[in-house]
């Protein structure tokens, strides 16, 4: 009995990296299987604007592909890689296209 119980634990350690690796490239709002894309890294202090629609984004459309944040000393590296979902793309459109209905309004 030991000795399966040793053997059920190696198995799920060595197959631990590859369900997580698995779940990584699953979007958590959409549920479809992302692509890994390169996107562009901003630096510098983010604005107040940007922090409000960070959150809208986190909660709708987390896997845009929209730039990521590098911090606020300027590097030499411009792009960097990212899981993309091509439905949160389109609903970060929408949602910017709303948006700026609301504004002409
Ligand atoms: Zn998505």
């Known amino acids: 009995m030991r000795k399966y119980s040793f053997l059920v634990l190696a198995v799920f350690l060595l197959s631990a990296p590859f369900l997580f690796a698995a779940e990584d490239d699953i979007c ?14 901003s630096y510098g202090l983010p604005s107040r604007a940007f922090f409000d629609y960070a959150e809208v984004r ?15 000393i300027v590097r030499e590296i411009t792009h960097a890689e990212k899981n993309v979902c091509e439905q949160c793309n389109t609903a970060r459109d929408e949602w910017r296209k709303a948006e700026n209905d609301n504004d002409k309004d």
């Open 58 to 72: 986190s909660e709708s459309f987390p896997n845009c592909d929209d730039s990521v944040l590098g911090g606020c």
């Open 28 to 41: 958590r709002v959409h549920l479809c299987k992302m692509e890994v894309k390169q996107v562009r890294i």
